[in-house]
């Protein structure tokens, strides 16, 4: 038989150490298995101080940069025994991402930690890439051996709340379901039994759906107010309005950006050196996002050599696909009059106050409304709130301005070429109801919104976008003024710099 060892309390207090400095979970970095040639089951093992094969030990220090392997090892070694069993209760990871890395929180991770004694929902929410399901990895892969079992589940497929019930209660007992109320009852039993914790990702994808209000609200609310010994941890982009986060038994935690040293961490991981000049301006840009800040990392060394002040001083974002699709996505899910605000936000480019923002409106809106319609978007984690002493003002983060400035200029294209084709102005939207260039201002010429309109324009219509832009304006005169809204001033803002 092959030799067997375990590691002490020291040494895996120096194996933490290790992992950390290269932002590796202890078993959800897929790379760390793999590059020790085998699996997570046995990194679980080397975690929870079992004895695995000497070769496969040395094979788990070696892929975090310690080369004296016995220094972590108990003294004494035994045979390996295949029979000893892997992990005990339940250990369903099957759903769950690999994280390549993973960097600071450390005063999330403690909340958590504090939090599971006693709450039975909570929900980590955030915009796109701030690492909510990063987080809920981390702390799960800490925290699993508190837990007779942990299952992870993904909602980003939208689920029926049958089919997510119909798998968990496969996990206990190999078992299925066709009812509703009789799977909730069965997943209690086994909750109030059991310690677990489940973590159920991407609550955001189910939110509009039929069920959300019918099915899967009740269900959350039950879990939450039944007496049970488990935990279940939720990630979702916002926080749902149906389900206030108040008491012991709900907890939310808002995820914002990293800190200025894990990030810096983050960066440094990815071939910067650390030492760049304009590295906090570019983590403050981005709000410390981790998953921006993966993004643009990559194009400053291939673009601008690793100059990042190079790169700030072009004075514009990164977002990438991927990212952009994710805020799209959140961007999509909101009312017509949330939608305005951010549009309206947007064009400020600064932080607004209430009351100022209240006035751009078209038509006079209820205060109670306006300030519904900012709560919602607060909890969205859209807005960034600036709080002075006499008032309060609202902007984006400027990822969020990005992508709200790109879908603002994309329906505005869109609107001009059905107006073209139809000669009736009742298909101008944003046109009507928004104002393309910032209130009081004259530089018209350093607009991002008009400026990005105009191209746009130019490309479809050339050199006959300025009689265009004079058709559309000879469409308004026997129109109301609330027809019309602002409709002129865009087509007249559009026509300036063309010297007409």
Known sequence: MSKSVNASTEGLAIADRARKRLGWTKT???????????????????????????????????????????????????????????????????????????????????????????????????????????????????????????????????????????????????????????????????????????????????????????????????????????????????????????????????????????ALDLLKSRGLTGKELGLSALIQLYRGNPFALKIVTPFIQTVFGGNVAAFLNQNTLIVGDRLRTLLHQQLERLSDLEREILYWLAIWQEPVSFCRLQTHFLVLLDPAALLEGIASLERRSLLESWFGEESSAFTLQPLVMQSVREELVERATAEMKRVVQSHDIRYFKVWRSLMFVRPGTDDIAGDRIINQLRENLWQIYGATLPQTLQNVLALLPDQSPLAVGYIGCNAIALLQPLDL
């Not at 046995?42 to 220090?61: E, M, N, S, V």
């Not at 960097?103 to 909510?132: H, N, P, Y």
């Not at 309005?241 to 040293?261: C, D, H, Q, S, V």
């Open 28 to 262: 959800s970095t897929a790379r760390w298995w793999q590059d020790a040639h085998t699996s997570r089951a046995t990194l679980r093992r080397f975690w929870h101080g079992d004895r695995i094969q000497r070769d496969i030990f040395i094979a788990i220090c070696a892929a975090v940069g310690i080369s004296d392997w016995q220094a972590i090892a108990e003294s004494c070694e035994a045979d390996f025994d295949p029979a000893i069993p892997e992990f005990p209760g339940i250990r369903d990871w099957q759903e769950a991402p690999d994280l390549d890395s993973f960097f600071g929180r450390d005063r999330e991770l403690a909340q958590l930690e504090q939090w599971i004694s006693t709450a039975k929902i909570i929900i980590i929410s955030g915009m796109g890439g701030m690492g909510k399901t990063a987080l809920a990895l981390a702390f799960a892969d800490a925290m699993q051996l508190q837990f007779h079992g942990l299952i992870w589940r993904s909602l980003h497929h939208s689920p029926s709340l049958i089919a997510l019930l119909d798998s968990l209660l496969y996990s206990f007992d190999k078992t299925s379901v066709t009812n509703i109320a009789k799977g909730t009852i069965q997943l209690l039993q086994y909750l109030k039994h059991h310690r677990c914790l489940l973590i159920l990702d991407g609550l955001e994808a189910v939110l509009q759906s039929p069920e959300w209000e019918t099915e899967y609200s009740e269900f959350i609310q039950t879990l939450s107010r039944d007496r049970h010994q488990s935990c279940i941890l939720i990630t979702s982009r916002e926080q749902p309005r149906t389900i206030p986060l108040e008491g012991k038994n709900l907890r939310g935690l808002t995820l914002l950006g990293l800190r200025n040293t894990a």
